[in-house]
C-alpha cells in the first residue's frame, strides 16, 4: 500500500479539477493580562503580567473586525484559527464583534473544517510531556466548542510545532487535518520525489491512525509575508499565480499570520478579501477540506509521508528557539541566556506540579482541564480567578495544597506561552510572561523553590 501510495500522483488533476487556491491563516495573540490574587495560608499573593494590552484592540480594528465580522461567512479557500486568548479578549472586549464573529463562522460552509481548533495556551506541544499534550488538546477542543458550539476538524498547532508524538495525540483528541508547512514533512522513502501539487498528504502515527496534512508553500509563504507590494493589487496577484501554476505547477497554498492582513500590512485585509472572491475566474477552486477528506474516505489514493519531528514554521532549529540554544532573531547573549533560563525552569517546575499531583491526586488531569477551561476567560484577561479557583477545588473535596499545585500548573502553562522566546530584542515585554509565571510558582512553594 504505501510503495503504491508513492507513485507521482496528482490529487488534484487526477480528477480533471482545478488546482486549489487557499489562505491558512494563523488568528492569534497571547494573553496580555494575567492576575491573580488571594490569601493561602492567611499570607497575601499574587502573580500576574501586563504585556502591551493596547495591541490588541488595535489589530482587532486592524485585522479581525474586517475579515472576521464584516462579511457574511468566512472568505472561501480562507483556512484559520482563532486561539482562545483571542476568543476571551473578544469576548470580554468587543461581545458585539465576537457575536459577528460567531455568526459569519455559522454561515460559512463546511464551518468544521475551515476554522481551526486549539490546545488552548500558544505552547510548543513537543516540548511537554504526552500526558500533557493531551490535556491541553482536550481543554482547547472544550473551550472551543463552548464559544462556537461544534467541534473542529482541524487543529493549528502553535507555531507549527509538531512530531509523531504530538500528531498521534491530536489523532486521538479527534483531529483529522493540521496546516504543515512543506518543508516540515519528507517522503516515506529518500530517493522519492514529492512534487509541488502534493499540497495534501498522509501521515500514519505509530498507533496506525492516519491524520491528514495541509501544505503551505514555503517560498510562496515567505514572499506573501515578508514583501509589502505583493498585497497591492489582488487581481494582479491572482493573474501571476495563474501564471506560475501553468507554467510550474506550484502549490498555491499560503501559510501565514492572519495578522499579516491589516496589521503588518495596511490595507491587505482587502487584497484577502479580493482575492478569495476572485480566485475562480483565475482556473483554482477554493480550498475545502470538507471535499477533500470527502474524496479520501471514497477511496481517494493518498500520498504518504513522513513529518519532520521536531520542527516548527519560525525556527530553522527546530525548536531550538524557545529552549534558549539558537540565535534565531539575533538575541543578545543576556537574551538568550535568560530564554534558557526560563525554559529549564518552567520544564523543571511543570516535572515538580505533574509529579506531585500525581502522589496526592491520581487522576487529576480531567479535573483540571475542567477548571481551565472554565476560567480560561478570566485567566487570559486579568480576571482575578484565584478565589473561585480555590472555592472550586475546596467544593470538590480538595486541600489547599491540591489547590496550589492546580494554580501552579496554569501558571507553568501560561508561562510556556511561545511569545516569551519568540522575539530576540532586550527589553521586549514579552518576556514578563515566563519571567512573572516563574516567580509566581516560587512564591507558591518556597520552601521548594
Same mark, same amino acid.
Not at 493540521?178 to 516540515?184: E, S, T
Not at 507554467?247 to 491587505?268: C, F, P, S, V, W
Given at each position: 500500500m504505501l510503495a @503504491?501510495?508513492?507513485?507521482?500522483?496528482?490529487i488534484e488533476t487526477a480528477n480533471n479539477e482545478k488546482p486549489y487556491f487557499g489562505i491558512l491563516a494563523h488568528g492569534y495573540q497571547p494573553p496580555r493580562l494575567f492576575n491573580v490574587?488571594?490569601?493561602?495560608?492567611?499570607?497575601?499573593?499574587?502573580?500576574?503580567? $501586563?504585556?502591551?494590552?493596547? #495591541? &490588541?484592540?488595535?489589530?482587532?480594528?486592524? *485585522?479581525?473586525?474586517?475579515?472576521?465580522? @464584516?462579511? @457574511?461567512?468566512?472568505?472561501p479557500g480562507l483556512i484559520t484559527s482563532i486561539y482562545a486568548p483571542l476568543r476571551s479578549y473578544l469576548k470580554r472586549n468587543n461581545p458585539d464583534l465576537f457575536a459577528k464573529l460567531q455568526a459569519e463562522v455559522r454561515n460559512t460552509p463546511n464551518r468544521e473544517y475551515s476554522i481551526l481548533g486549539d490546545p488552548l495556551v500558544h505552547v510548543i506541544l513537543p516540548l511537554l510531556p504526552s500526558d500533557d499534550q493531551q490535556m491541553l488538546l482536550e481543554a482547547g477542543k472544550q473551550a472551543f466548542i463552548n464559544d462556537f458550539g461544534f467541534a473542529p476538524k482541524g487543529l493549528w498547532l502553535p507555531e507549527t510545532a509538531v512530531s509523531k508524538e504530538v500528531l498521534h495525540n491530536a489523532a486521538a483528541a479527534g483531529y483529522e487535518f493540521?496546516?504543515?508547512?512543506?518543508?516540515?514533512v519528507k517522503p516515506i522513502l529518500d530517493d522519492t520525489y514529492i512534487d509541488a501539487e502534493h499540497n495534501i498528504c498522509v501521515v500514519q502515527t505509530d498507533k496506525d491512525e492516519e491524520i491528514i496534512v495541509v501544505l503551505g508553500n514555503s517560498n510562496l509563504s515567505g514572499f506573501v509575508s515578508y514583501t509589502p507590494w505583493s498585497t497591492y493589487d489582488a487581481d494582479e496577484f491572482m493573474r501571476a499565480r495563474q501564471q506560475d501554476h501553468q &507554467?510550474?505547477?506550484? &502549490?498555491?497554498?499560503?501559510?501565514?499570520?492572519?495578522?499579516?492582513?491589516?496589521?503588518?500590512?495596511?490595507?491587505?485585509e482587502e487584497f484577502l478579501i479580493r482575492a478569495s472572491k476572485i480566485q475562480e475566474s483565475y482556473?483554482?477552486?477554493?480550498?475545502?477540506?470538507?471535499?477533500?477528506?470527502?474524496?479520501?474516505?471514497?477511496?481517494?489514493?493518498?500520498?504518504? *509521508?513522513?513529518?519532520?519531528? !521536531?520542527?516548527?514554521?519560525?525556527?530553522?532549529?527546530g525548536l531550538a528557539r524557545w529552549t534558549g540554544d539558537c540565535c534565531c532573531d539575533n538575541p543578545s547573549e543576556p537574551a538568550l541566556r535568560?530564554?534558557?533560563? #526560563?525554559?529549564? !525552569?518552567?520544564? !523543571?517546575? &511543570? $516535572?515538580?506540579?505533574?509529579?506531585?499531583?500525581?502522589n496526592i491526586a491520581p487522576g487529576w488531569r480531567d479535573e483540571l482541564t475542567n477548571l481551565f477551561v472554565t476560567y480560561s476567560d478570566d485567566i487570559f484577561t486579568g480576571v482575578n480567578f484565584g478565589p473561585q479557583l480555590f472555592e472550586a477545588v475546596t467544593n470538590m473535596g480538595g486541600d489547599e495544597e491540591?489547590?496550589?499545585?492546580?494554580?501552579?500548573?496554569?501558571?507553568?502553562? *501560561?508561562?510556556?506561552?511561545?511569545?516569551?522566546?519568540?522575539?530576540?530584542?532586550?527589553?521586549?515585554?514579552?518576556?514578563?510572561?515566563?519571567?512573572?509565571m516563574i516567580k509566581g510558582v516560587k512564591d507558591l512553594f518556597p520552601e521548594h523553590y
Open positions: @503504491e501510495s508513492l507513485k507521482d500522483y496528482n490574587e488571594l490569601t493561602i495560608a492567611g499570607k497575601p499573593y499574587q502573580a500576574g503580567f $501586563t504585556v502591551a494590552p493596547e #495591541y &490588541n484592540g488595535m489589530i482587532t480594528g486592524q *485585522v479581525y473586525k474586517p475579515i472576521l465580522s @464584516e462579511t @457574511e461567512q468566512l472568505p493540521v496546516p504543515l508547512r512543506d518543508d516540515q &507554467n510550474n505547477k506550484t &502549490n498555491m497554498i499560503m501559510m501565514m499570520d492572519l495578522e499579516r492582513y491589516g496589521h503588518h500590512q495596511i490595507g491587505a482556473g483554482f477552486t477554493p480550498l475545502d477540506m470538507y471535499r477533500v477528506l470527502e474524496k479520501f474516505k471514497q477511496g481517494q489514493r493518498k500520498t504518504f *509521508v513522513k513529518v519532520k519531528d !521536531n520542527t516548527s514554521w519560525s525556527c530553522i532549529h535568560a530564554k534558557k533560563e #526560563y525554559y529549564t !525552569n518552567l520544564m !523543571n517546575m &511543570n $516535572t515538580f506540579v505533574n509529579d506531585s499531583l500525581d491540591k489547590a496550589k499545585l492546580y494554580l501552579a500548573k496554569i501558571e507553568v502553562m *501560561v508561562g510556556m506561552t511561545s511569545c516569551g522566546w519568540f522575539f530576540g530584542a532586550d527589553g521586549r515585554p514579552e518576556r514578563d510572561i515566563p519571567s512573572s
